[in-house]
């Protein structure tokens, strides 16, 4: 409850600020040494809130749909490609932790790979991959592809580091019940892991929503947001609310997802403490 | 003999993966639009090497400033922060909101407010995506406090600014750099896709979509893999960085 | 002098509130400068809370306590006292020598006064050679040790020691309370030292006060004479004695009713008094 009361609080305070800087900033913006360094406060550049928030209600071209209605329809699109770019990623991480955790020599092999991934802008491989689409699967999956790719990492480096994180005396104490790996796996290793299971799977859901959206503008997909946001961006001049309302569609995609992974949470995490998760 | 067995497992599977995908590519025939062959990435790369490099110091300057504005306001934000509690009840649910969602989508307004000629909207979405990991991460080490320097403080009747300055900020150090490691890979990767959304393409980021969009296959990846070699070397600058900067840390991954 | 003074001392946690709890009550005590007395007691007894008020980490509820002669919160701003806590607490980013430097910076002292005050601790407690090792090189016997010289780096009167030897193991912790006990003598420091080792207490104390829980009180006190705290001592039939007498105390309070007739009367003993004296709840 707190944690959406100050959620509520920091929003009204970007909007003041927004609306503030318009009221007292230069229409020409700020510029220091040749260099703009503050934004055009007019209306063109920086439209009022109430602006967007209107232009929420109107229809998006002359006769059209009202702009809600497509970037809503927008955002579930791409919303459906992203749970399941994400969902795919999450397993395939998770398979290959439980790998990584059972032989040693697969961790020493893969980890250092699975951990620099994560140091390099893999996502710039998008643009190469849309070649796929169409050839060797529909487009949306490349999009869902990408995706599960940038979730696929945190989840693979926070499970493992979950599935290792027993104490040597739990470990001892299983072998002493002549329980072998499966039933360690089952009964200490999976419970202990969920703590750090967790902040992965935030880390994977927002990674995955960023892989949605750039595939979506690298493959050039229709019906998703990250289309809907190029498309506005380029009517800007004409048109400058559009494109906010088509980031606030965005915005709403990664709260979708974020909500829905801790939603999967309370339940599992009851009781139990929170731990910090580090990735790389 | 230890340093050996580490190594050696990471680095006979790179290069048996590269043998294997030059060997399936060159044997199965795949075409370059699906994927090029590392003989023919490398090929490109040397062939290309000058506009790599240039390229790649225009993305690395964004990644840059980006970087450097983020990490001083994130820090800035976090010393605030732990200095007046209710301003860190407030943040800090607000910053784990923020950082769900995908800020890179920012690029295309950022575009508009500012001119199509300029290299500031790249860094400031690259300094905004960097601010929340140093932010979070430093003010989790500003407020945890070992209870025993705490009560070692008191006795001395050392309290304030100069608690701040022997405990606070020096044992909030591996937070921040914690929060670096994350940081500076992220700014390249900003830096980079940034591009994708439009604006002053002079960056790593368009040469890869120029060069698909011109099917130049090898070409396009040969840029990407100079995007990976930049992410490394500012991952690999953060390390030392941190080596240097504490030198009591005998491990610096854990 | 008296290094110490505690009159009517009385300490409650959370008052008011449904989990109140009285950690101290009516502690009247007085430990003579110089003198090295112990503090034990079973778990709650709130010997470490009474270790707490001596250094003004906490306040005292009511009563009085004064070190040195002043109010505790005054002799705290002067520096009256070093304190040792049951970790280390040396800051991880510090030599060995910066550690034991860190009383002395904050007392502004200068940059050579610093730096030799804190080669000659160092020297005391064996560990010369480390000065410029990190303490994550350091076991935790030898951490213990750059954590009681920095206690006594500024010369303090006083010594408070919270358990320090406690997560020890028995070899290093005899040879850190001979350590100890030789550098007390040659600095001349009253101590005030926390355990729940009788056998610790013994060898190291002139004086045992035991404590009983619920609410914690002093229950005995119990001199201490050995002819000399050495090896030897650990076998001879004082120390023995001395250790039983301490035992038998503790386990009256076990036993005994919240009756506050089982208080000691607080005094130091005349020097070269022969027998350990115990006074039975």
Partial sequence: MRRVLSAVLGLVVLIALWEGYKAVGNPDGTVLFGVRVLPRADDLSMPHVSDMLSRLGRPELTGGRPVWQVVLSASLFTLGITTAGFLAGAVVGLLLAVAMQRFRVIERGLLPYV?????????ALAPLIAGWSGTVWPEWTTVAVIAAYLAFFPVAVGMLRGLQSPQAAGVELMRSYAAGWWRTLIKLRLPASLPYLFPALRLAGAAAVVGAVVGEISTGTRGGIGRLIIEYSREATSDPAKVYTAMLGAALLGLVVAALVTLLELPLMRHRRRVSVVTM | MNLLRRVAPPVLLGIFALVAWELTVSLGRIAPFILPAPSAIWHELVAQRQNVWEAALASGLNALVGLAWGTVAGVLAAMAASRFRLLSEVSIPLAAVLNALPIIALAPILNNMFESTSSVPRRLVAGIIVFFPVFINTLRGLREVDPTHRELMTSYAAGGWTFTRLVRLPGALPFVFTGLRQASSLAVIAAVVAEYFGGLQDGLGSRITSAAAFTAYPRAWAFVVGACLLGLFFYLATLLLERIAMPWKTRLIS | MTAVSLDKVTKVFNQGRPDEVTALSDINLEIGAGRFVSLIGPSGCGKSTLLRLIADLIPASSGTVEVAGKPATRARLDQEYGIAFQQAGLFEWRTVQRNVELPLELRGASRAERKARATEMLALVGLADFAGHYPAQLSGGMQQRVAIARALAVHPPLLLMDEPFGALDEMTRERLQSELLAICAKTGTSTVFVTHSISEAVFLSDQVVVMSPRPGRITAIIDVDLPARDDAARQSPAYFEAITAVRRALRGTDNASASTDAVAAPSSRTPGSASPAATAP
């Fill in chain 1, 115 to 123: 951990i620099l991934s994560q140091t390099v802008p893999l996502v």
